[in-house]
């Protein structure tokens, strides 16, 4: 089955979705503190937190929106009913490259943000003994899953609109392809109309 365009939008924006969605949740899971325990030999502070599933949604968040960036780039450039275009062509227009940069930028720092709030998390379940008595058992901070989940969504958007900006590439591409062969065409029947006008000549002297 031939890969489409259309298929491949929906795709990244199934999993840029997903991402928001494993994100959302998470931040709504998540726990706003610990219980601290108060151990007295040695003198420490052991935090219990309750079962949750936030550094588990987290990651699948980050897989999520790992898969949307990857499938976002491939479908740019991906040569569509075998018709390739040379990636400088892309680059030559100046919506696709001034898009193409905000959404590499978008896809890191929504990689970066859903990567820095999980392991923080992740970090605060696992380092749970303290010594500092007054620890009050934390956790990622409130919003930060959340902030990065929508993030994620809006990096997902805009390689959407980075494929359609592509498609017009392509169009335009192929018109001057098109507009190229013709006028070769059109130059040889006139070289060749010249050497025969030339040829009669020669015969009729």
Known sequence: ??????????????????????????????????????????????????????????FLSIA?????????????????????????VFFRSIPFFVFFLITMGLSMLGEGMLTWVTITELLHLTNNVHKDMKTTCPTAKTGLFGGAAFMALNASLFWLICLMLAGDVRKDYFVEQGDSKAQVFITDDDDDDKKQQSHNEEVMY
């Open 1 to 58: 089955m031939a890969i489409d365009i259309k298929t491949m939008a929906t795709t990244v924006a199934v999993f840029g979705v997903l991402s928001l969605l494993f994100g959302v949740i998470a931040e709504n899971k998540k726990p706003a503190f610990g219980n601290p325990e108060i151990q007295t030999s040695p003198l420490r502070v052991i935090c219990n937190y309750p079962s949750d599933p936030t550094v588990v949604l987290g």
């Open 64 to 88: 999520s929106l790992t898969t949307s960036v990857v499938l976002g780039y491939y479908s740019v450039f991906y040569p569509y009913n075998s018709t390739s275009v040379p990636y400088y």
